[in-house]
């Protein structure tokens, strides 16, 4: 079994800031990309950030410069800073593992529950 366990949201006013945190656990071999997605009511889910094992980054056009991801390889674990949050940006956030469980050959994604972040005053 594999989980991953988001962390970390909650309210906030406009201009505030979160950190939202994900840990994944159980028979993993090794994780691939990680990241964080996000679904506001009445819209697809849409990619916020992303990163490599090796750490490269990449980030949605909305919250570059305010949102900043990163992390622990040893600890199976991935973060997500978030800086001057707009309301726009209230959403269930959803934390992404592509991984592959011992014994397996491919890797598969993985999805944490989803945790809410509100921007409002």
């Known amino acids: 079994q594999v989980q991953l366990v988001e962390s970390g949201g909650g309210l906030v006013q406009p201009g505030g800031s979160l950190r939202l945190s994900c840990a994944a656990s159980?028979?993993?071999?090794?994780?691939?990309?990680m990241g964080w997605y996000r679904q506001a009511p009445g819209k697809q889910r849409e990619l916020v950030a992303a990163?490599?094992?090796?750490?490269?980054?990449n980030y949605a056009d909305s919250v570059k410069g305010r949102f900043t991801i990163s992390r622990d390889n040893a600890k199976n674990t991935v973060a997500l800073q978030m800086n001057s949050l707009k309301p726009e940006d209230t959403a269930v956030y959803y934390c992404?593992?592509?991984?592959?469980?011992?014994?397996?050959?491919?890797?598969?994604?993985?999805w944490g529950q989803g945790t809410q972040v509100t921007v409002s005053s």
């Open positions: 992404n593992a592509d991984l592959q469980r011992y014994g397996s050959v491919w890797s598969v994604d993985y």
């Open positions: 990163i490599t094992s090796g750490g490269s980054t």
């Open positions: 159980g028979s993993i071999f090794r994780i691939n990309a």
